[in-house]
């Protein structure tokens, strides 16, 4: 028996740790596991997978998962991406689990995937609440291990103390995380996966290279290296200009990292909100305390 696992998020918030807490916990029962990430130039917001493969055998694979048994997409805004393309190669009755706050039903996803489970929870809200951060390693690990059904509470509390340690995470964050992870995994329940060995294989890979023409070079061709990627979608908090208490001093505008704030005729910012990816550092630097924060609601 060989589960995979395959977790689609957003640098930053924790999808690397989270296969690693996934694969600790099943350690911890006795299984043999394998976890490993994959990401380019590292970017605050950019796509970002990462694989755990559980089984109680040998674990002869190694690489991408194609084929997995679960999906754990962190960000539901990710689900339209063209890089991440988390439905891609999932096993027929396999588990699409979403990190959505509107508690979506997704018709499109089980219109194109009838033969798979989608589950979903708010799993930000859940952090923001119990952790006070959106970093949600715990508690995709959490809702994973209680998904797949093969990991007890007590040995998915240990893999988040034993790995969030090896983070450096002082005592009360990891303290946090261990309620966080309790109250996702109490929250949802197991899913029998099936053994069938059908898979849609689409050709998903993390990116392709070929050899230029004239520098003998590799070039990045795949979908999403170009401005039709919209970071706005990366947001979880949206700032708000608030332009009665602008002082016009443009801090905000020379900090943006993004260049998402351009100037009005009278020097007060106006936010891209397309490409504003919500890094929230105009939201620190405002000398007038003028930029508010407002979470943000997509309907999928």
């Not at 997704?106 to 798979?116: S, V």
């Not at 708010?122 to 952090?127: H, I, P, Y």
Request: aromatic residues 8%.
């Amino acid at each position: 028996m060989m589960i995979r696992v395959r977790f689609h998020g957003r640098g930053g918030q924790g999808a690397k740790t989270a296969s690693r807490i996934l694969g600790t916990a099943a350690f911890n029962e006795g299984l043999n596991v394998q976890d490993s990430p994959v990401y380019g130039a590292e970017r605050r917001g950019a796509p970002v997978a990462a694989f755990t493969r559980i089984s109680d055998g040998e674990v002869l694979e190694r690489g991408y998962v194609f084929d997995p048994d679960v999906v754990m997409v962190m960000d539901s805004t990710l689900l339209d991406n063209p890089t991440a393309r988390p439905l891609d190669g999932i096993r027929r009755r396999g588990v699409l689990f979403v990190n959505s706050q509107t508690g979506s039903s997704f018709h499109g996803i089980q219109t194109a995937r009838p033969d798979i489970r989608v589950a979903t929870f708010d799993l930000t809200g859940e952090a923001l609440s119990l952790v006070g951060k959106a970093v949600i390693s715990s508690a995709t690990a959490a809702a994973a291990a209680r998904i797949i059904g093969l990991v007890t509470d007590g040995s998915l509390e240990k893999a988040i103390r034993s790995e969030l340690e090896e983070l450096g995470l002082n005592d009360e964050l990891i303290e946090k995380n261990v309620t966080l992870g309790r109250k996702v995994f109490a929250s949802l329940e197991p899913v029998e996966l099936s053994t069938d060995e059908y898979f849609v294989r689409s050709g998903l890979v993390p990116f392709e290279l070929i050899m230029g023409e004239r520098t003998g070079t590799e070039e990045i061709t795949s979908a999403g290296n170009s401005n039709a990627v919209k970071t706005g979608s990366w947001r979880i908090f949206k700032p708000i200009i608030d332009y009665n208490k602008c002082t016009a001093c443009m801090v905000c505008f020379a900090y943006c990292p993004e260049s998402a704030l351009t100037l009005r005729g009278d020097y007060k910012p106006v936010i891209d909100e397309d490409n504003c990816k919500g890094c929230l550092i105009c939201y620190r630097e405002c000398p007038p305390k003028a930029i508010t924060l407002e979470k943000e609601v997509r309907e999928f």
